[in-house]
């Protein structure tokens, strides 16, 4: 009986941090130069899935198209911001975002719809 509830232990433990990595932890991996320098290629990244309000500056993870890409919130919904020249009326409820490498980041300026919704977002770093 002793060693059925030793097995035990390490499996409920497994399955416990399994679910917290599920709903309140995010780890990822940074494949491409689009944050640099705030975010290194290669480097492993650790977020939360539980947030609060978001606001300029903050650093997301989100779903876009078939990708889960890593971005910094440039405006926020209700917000018009310029960028390149170009005015952008963000809606309520989304985010426009922009990667630090400009020069190197595919990201909501090259968007046939430039605007992250809220419900895209699986984390903040």
């Given at each position: 009986?002793?060693?059925?509830?030793?097995?035990l232990?390490p499996?409920?433990?497994?399955?416990?941090?399994?679910?917290?990595?599920?709903?309140?932890?995010?780890?990822?991996?940074v494949?491409?130069?689009?944050?640099?320098?705030?975010?290194?290629?290669?480097s492993?990244?650790?977020?939360?899935r539980?947030?609060g309000t978001?606001?300029?500056?903050?650093?997301?993870?989100?779903?876009?198209?078939?990708?889960?890409?890593?971005?910094?919130?440039a405006?926020?919904?209700?917000?018009?911001?310029i960028?390149d020249?170009?005015?952008?009326k963000?809606?309520?409820?989304?985010?426009?975002?922009?990667?630090?490498?400009?020069?190197?980041?595919?990201?909501?300026?090259f968007w046939?719809n430039?605007?992250?919704?809220?419900?895209?977002?699986i984390?903040k770093?």
């Amino acid at each position: 009986m002793k060693k059925r509830v030793i097995f035990l232990i390490p499996v409920i433990v497994f399955i416990g941090i399994l679910i917290l990595f599920k709903t309140v932890f995010f780890v990822g991996f940074v494949p491409s130069g689009s944050m640099e320098p705030t975010l290194k290629t290669n480097s492993i990244i650790f977020g939360m899935r539980i947030y609060g309000t978001l606001k300029e500056g903050d650093i997301i993870v989100f779903k876009h198209e078939d990708s889960v890409l890593v971005k910094r919130i440039a405006g926020i919904g209700g917000q018009e911001i310029i960028v390149d020249e170009t005015l952008y009326k963000v809606p309520e409820g989304y985010y426009f975002v922009l990667g630090d490498n400009r020069d190197n980041s595919w990201d909501s300026r090259f968007w046939e719809n430039p605007y992250v919704s809220k419900e895209s977002i699986i984390a903040k770093l």
